[in-house]
């Protein structure tokens, strides 16, 4: 099983990345998927997530209005679109896959999640 995230970068602030995770042997249309991130000195925090069906998601407080997540179960990807960037949200972004048993369920929980991708970097500057 491998989830392999891309789209990281530098970028300036109020600008837009666009974040993608591919799963590999594994199968994405059973798992909620969420995004995480993780700044220098700073615990692993939830970003946004969405349920297998793609009808429910979730948000961090610090990123609504200004992230989306979406899912293309055909491609088994997920994706982060992330605008208004600021450099609070200088970190490494991490995907992951979460085996749940309804459709149109989701989790914030860290621990819930049993497979990670590698993380990408993003880095805003001022």
């Known amino acids: 099983v491998q989830l392999q995230a891309s789209g990281g970068g530098l970028v300036q602030a109020g600008g837009s990345l666009r974040l993608s995770c591919t799963g590999s042997?594994?199968?994405?249309?059973?798992?909620?998927l969420g995004w995480f991130r993780q700044a220098p000195g700073k615990e692993r925090e939830f970003v946004a997530a969405i349920s297998r069906s793609g009808s429910s998601t979730g948000f961090a407080d610090s990123v609504k209005g200004r992230f989306t997540i979406s899912r293309d179960n055909a491609k088994n990807t997920v994706y982060l679109q992330m605008n208004m960037l600021n450099v609070e949200d200088t970190a490494v972004y991490y995907c992951?896959?979460?085996?749940?048993?309804?459709?149109?369920?989701?989790?914030?929980?860290?621990?819930?999640?049993?497979?990670w991708g590698q993380g990408t970097q993003v880095t805003v500057s001022s």
């Open positions: 992951a896959a979460d085996f749940v048993a309804y459709t149109d369920s989701y989790t914030d929980q860290t621990k819930s999640y049993d497979y």
């Open positions: 042997g594994i199968s994405f249309s059973r798992r909620a």
